[in-house]
């Protein structure tokens, strides 16, 4: 796999002009959404790059990271001009990286992009690790490739505009990286306060969570093994989610990780001895931070069969990513139904639902 390179600074303009007066290329294409054409795209128009650069926009949001959408960039860069020897920015959320990642990937067989994610979640999930793709026939990100973005610039210089929920959703896969990291990188997370938006403080904080991500990617960059310690979280998440999908109240992806963090500190406790101590700051803060997910034991059998089904159980066993202590990674645990359902009335007490 080529090396790629991640640049974390807030001074976007300079890192773009660093990064493009090196590369050839005959024309450069934008990929926004409404939001950040709006909100992102003028912060860097004083960029010579940017300013020449022709700008392809798709509508914002998960349901639009879709064929339809895909196919109207193709077109886009297609029409204005674009061959192989084009060159991508993509300047959004996960939603322009995966899309764009993609349509940079296949049109004329694949020309290179550049990633500068502008939600945090993007910033420290989605832009870096090369996964690419769309949603098809209601299946997330059905349809797509694994190929890295040559560049990858993180910043915070666009947090401002960003919603808190946003922020919020982004700084739980945050917590994620930094309770498989270790005890200290997971201490400096919980004593920054989330909505205080100091957002030097909080670049200092992303790099270290990006690197944490671009490490295990780098061990295993196809998911074959070590890679899945990123599913902490999310066994219980993902059931979360698609639960809160079906009573027609849908919930940020990083609130159903926060809130999969709890069950799985809990199940590491019951499991592989977790500090209990650990578990209950835990709680407290994302309970502070993100409230709780509601559920009650009449919702246990249903919650248990989605985590059956979840992509990482191949056999209708619940698998899930868990902790001996912070850095103290264990893959492929697999957790009895019982044992899970423990797991929900400790969260329930800890979660005082
Ligand atoms: N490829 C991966 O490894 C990976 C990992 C995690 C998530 N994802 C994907 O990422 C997507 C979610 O990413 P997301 O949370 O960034 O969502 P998103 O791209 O939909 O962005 C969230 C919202 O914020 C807006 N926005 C973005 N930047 C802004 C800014 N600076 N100011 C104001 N508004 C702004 C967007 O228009 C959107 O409405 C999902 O499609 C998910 O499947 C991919
Ligand atoms: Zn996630």
Redesign the pocket.
């Known amino acids: 796999m080529q090396h790629q390179n991640i640049l974390f600074t807030n001074n976007v303009s300079d890192a773009i002009t660093s990064i493009l007066k090196d590369k050839k290329f005959n024309r450069l294409f934008v990929i926004t959404?409404?939001?950040?054409r709006?909100?992102?795209l003028p912060l860097l128009a004083d960029n010579s790059f940017i300013a020449e650069a022709v700008n392809v926009n798709i509508e914002?949001?998960?349901i639009h990271?879709n064929l339809d959408s895909l196919a109207s960039v193709w077109q886009q860069i297609g029409e204005a001009g674009g061959t192989r020897h084009s060159m991508v920015i993509n300047l959004?959320?996960?939603?322009?990286?995966?899309?764009g990642?993609f349509a940079a990937s296949t049109f004329k067989r694949g020309i290179p992009f550049i990633n500068i994610?502008?939600?945090?979640?993007?910033a420290v999930?989605?832009?870096?690790?090369?996964?690419?793709?769309i949603?098809f026939r209601g299946l997330?990100?059905e349809i797509?490739v694994f190929n890295e973005a040559s560049d990858v610039i993180i910043s915070t210089a666009?947090?401002?505009?960003?919603?808190i929920e946003?922020v919020k959703?982004?700084y739980a896969?945050m917590l994620k990286h930094g309770l498989l990291k270790g005890q200290s990188a997971f201490d400096k997370l919980l004593n920054y306060d989330i909505t205080s938006g100091d957002p030097d403080h909080l670049l200092t904080l992303l790099q270290e969570s990006v690197e944490i991500k671009a490490d295990v990617v780098r061990q295993d960059p196809h998911e074959h093994g070590i890679r899945r310690a990123l599913n902490l979280g999310h066994t219980a998440g993902h059931a979360f989610e698609s639960y809160a999908m079906q009573r027609n109240a849908p919930i940020?992806?990083?609130y159903a990780v926060a809130w999969g963090l709890v069950i799985d500190a809990v199940l590491s406790h019951i499991v592989c001895h977790f500090d209990s101590k650990l578990i209950y700051r835990i709680a407290d803060y994302v309970l502070k931070n993100y409230g709780a997910f509601h559920f009650t034991c009449d919702d246990y059998d249903a919650l248990l069969e989605l985590m059956r089904h979840d992509k990482k159980s191949q056999h209708g066993e619940i698998n899930c990513t868990l902790l001996g202590a912070p850095g103290d990674i264990r893959i492929d645990c697999e957790i009895a139904p019982d044992t899970m359902k423990e797991a929900f009335d400790l969260y329930r007490d800890l979660m005082h639902i």
């Open positions: 959404d409404s939001n950040t709006q909100h992102v914002p949001g998960d990271k959004g959320g996960g939603v322009v990286t995966d899309l990642g994610p502008t939600t945090l979640l993007s999930d989605a832009a870096i690790g090369g996964k690419t793709g949603n997330k990100n797509g666009f947090i401002a505009t960003l919603p946003e959703s982004g896969e940020a992806h990083g």
